[in-house]
């Protein structure tokens, strides 16, 4: 039975203080400031004379496990204020209040709830050598007195739970993405070494002050990083993204029809699978799967590379040509692969069916303004190219599971999104529509499309996110081939 450490802090007041890199205001607590936590308690005062070898193994038995999953009350940011603080920096003067200097404070206020759950899963083949430190660190957790800056003043607890009591426990669940693109927002997380190097920097810092010479202590410096994200957020996509130039003339850019799409993508899929033939790169599941997208059976969900069109949208006189194309990972992934996409495929030939030489592709910009409107974070999108539903809409009322009320055009979307790798949840809103949303796009029935796509519906889709998403969003039973293809609505890229 799989069994799980849980960690609780229970704020005082609701309002937590703490800042992560950057001095940007931080929620949730990251696991690193509750690991500085843990061990402030258990070295404050007359504890410290309990402190043993024993002690310190079970906290670096901590700092080896994998993040945990965080559970915590929303929070929303409040208004930062300056407060005015001793500076505790100078080495000659000792009159503080003469030496005050600004602080700003930007806290969180906890808006559901005033409990916060770090919990790390033990397998049961692990529990009989995790059970000490588990139950040590239960006792741990008692000891702790504030998390955050001094002001935010908690009770801990901890105990082992059931997978059942784990899953029972309330607030919105933030997860670790360790295999997360790098950029965005990180948090810092215990890794190989943090003790010691807490250790030694509360020791620098008792020994800062030698009459009246300061030696500045040292900043905590061994910790790792990882990308949180809640269970209702979608993870973005990383990508390679190139520019269609003329074969002909390689300073001038290449048209291509958005009816055309599916075409276009099928040209940049066999050039992939024709050059992953052979490479030395390992892709999951093999290039067949991933590159070449050969599944066992329609419900397959294995990962693989999505082909995707960017017609030139964001402007009133748009034509909806398509000038860019892009290779995509599935939402989550590291990137190795778009790496591999983008060195290989660079000042590669798209042939058509016949051989002939259709176009070549250049590296383009992510910056390139077309190519943002695809990309930057918005929380309401719109198709460019249909998105084709995963099953026959015969239009009848139904009752959802989700959504009452919602026609069965509605729920075979929402499958699409689920099927996308896209939390359900994180979708506030749908609108489905046959007529085009972008200046350039046409109507569902005029784009071509495989032969296993044919007889399903194809609709224009306009849908809204709880939080901003990044792109790229692409979502139907055409998401690999060039249909389906959204683009933000709210940005100002032309």
């Not at 008692?142 to 955050?148: E, F, P, S």
């Not at 997360?180 to 997380?189: A, E, V």
């Not at 040292?218 to 990308?227: L, Q, T």
């Not at 067949?288 to 590379?305: I, L, M, T, W």
Request: with cysteine; charged share 25%; aromatic share 8%.
């Amino acid at each position: 039975m799989r069994r799980h450490l849980c960690i609780s802090v229970t704020f005082l007041d609701p309002l937590f203080h703490g800042k992560g890199d950057g001095d940007e205001p931080e929620w949730p607590p990251s696991p690193m400031r509750l690991f500085q936590a843990l061990l402030a308690g258990a070295r404050i005062g007359c504890r410290n004379r309990q402190w043993s070898q024993t002690t310190a193994a079970v906290f670096r038995w901590l700092e080896q496990r994998h993040p945990p999953v965080i559970v915590a009350p929303a929070a929303r940011p409040t208004s930062a204020y300056t407060l005015f603080v001793p500076n505790n920096d100078a080495d000659k003067e000792f009159e503080r209040q003469d030496r005050l200097t600004s602080k700003i404070a930007a806290p969180h206020r906890l808006c559901d709830g005033d409990t916060l759950h770090y919990v790390w899963p033990i397998g049961e083949t692990d529990w009989a050598s995790a059970q000490p430190h588990a139950e040590a660190l239960c006792g741990q957790a008692r000891r702790i007195l504030a998390l955050g800056w001094g002001i935010d003043q908690v009770v801990g607890n901890g105990r082992i739970l059931t997978a059942a009591e784990a899953a029972a426990l309330t607030g919105h669940r933030w997860c670790a993405k360790v295999d997360h693109r790098s950029g965005g927002k990180q948090w810092r997380i215990p890794a190989e070494g943090s003790l010691d190097d807490l250790l030694e920097c509360h020791q620098q810092f008792i020994n800062s002050v030698d009459g009246k010479l300061f030696r500045p202590p040292k900043r905590p410096s061994v910790y790792g990083h990882v990308v949180y994200l809640p269970d209702s957020a979608v993870s973005p996509r990383s990508f390679a993204v190139f520019e269609l130039m003329r074969p002909d003339d390689a300073d001038r850019r290449q048209a291509l029809r958005q009816q055309d799409a599916n075409v276009v993508a099928a040209m940049l899929r066999s050039l992939a699978c024709r050059l992953a033939r052979g490479d030395s790169h390992e892709f999951p599941n093999g290039s067949d799967v991933y590159v070449a997208g050969h599944k066992g059976n329609k419900e397959d969900r294995r990962p693989r590379f999505s082909y995707i069109v960017l017609p030139t949208i964001g402007h009133p006189s748009a034509d909806g040509m398509i000038r860019r194309v892009m290779i995509a990972e599935p939402h989550g992934s590291d990137g190795t692969h778009a790496a591999w996409a983008a060195s290989r495929l660079r000042g590669q030939v798209l042939t058509d069916n016949a051989g002939r030489p259709a176009t070549v592709l250049r590296t383009c910009d992510a910056e390139e303004k077309v190519v943002r409107r695809y990309m930057e974070p918005s929380r309401n999108w719109a198709s460019v190219t249909p998105i084709i539903l995963p099953g026959y809409d015969d239009f009848k009322a139904i009752k959802p599971d989700r959504a009452a009320h919602a026609t069965k055009a509605e729920r075979l979307f929402l499958k699409a999104v689920e099927q996308a790798g896209i939390p359900i949840q994180a979708v506030t809103d749908v609108a489905l529509r046959k007529a085009p949303v972008w200046p350039g796009s046409l109507h569902p029935s005029q784009y071509r499309r495989p032969d296993y796509l044919q007889h399903l519906p194809g609709w224009h889709v306009r849908i809204a996110f709880r939080e901003p998403v990044e792109g790229p969003i692409v979502l139907g039973a055409g998401r690999h081939c060039g249909l389906g293809v959204f683009a933000a609505e709210d940005q100002g890229a032309t």
